[in-house]
């Protein structure tokens, strides 16, 4: 069972940018395909982005295109999502994800929460002015 932990959360102001990142404590998240979750209360969890463990293929929730990448460290043990332009509505607690599926982030499929099987406990985002 990996242990995943994300950190990089905080508050910030509309227009400011933010660095979360997601690792496996005590192992490393190269074998992983990686996405990023984000929820809010009352609402469904939402698939926000993903890195494919085959070719480190990305893909992206249409909401966040243009703002937010999503990518490995030069170790390939973390995986790091950077946020710029932040909005209010970015406001979540967001989450990392693993699936041992090594394409799952070719197909549309990469936003189902059952295709995870490794999750962490989530760092709050709050963009307020």
């Known amino acids: 069972q990996e242990h995943i932990v994300e950190s990089g959360g905080g508050l910030v102001q509309p227009g400011e940018s933010l660095r979360l990142s997601c690792i496996a404590a005590?192992?490393?998240?190269?074998?992983?395909?990686i996405a990023w979750f984000r929820q809010t209360p009352g609402k469904e969890r939402e698939g926000v982005s993903c890195?494919?463990?085959?070719?480190?293929?990305?893909t992206y929730a249409d909401s966040v295109k243009e703002r937010f990448t999503i990518s490995r460290d030069t170790a390939r043990s973390a995986v790091l999502l950077q946020m710029k332009s932040l909005e209010p509505e970015d406001t979540a607690v967001y989450y990392c994800?693993?699936?041992?599926?090594?394409?799952?982030?070719?197909?549309?499929?990469?936003?189902?929460?059952?295709?995870?099987?490794?999750w962490g406990q989530g760092t709050q985002v709050t963009v307020s002015s």
């Open positions: 994800a693993a699936s041992d599926w090594q394409e799952l982030c070719r197909r549309p499929g990469w936003t189902s929460r059952s295709e995870y099987v490794h």
């Open positions: 005590g192992s490393t998240l190269e074998y992983y395909s």
């Open positions: 890195i494919s463990a085959r070719d480190d293929r990305t």
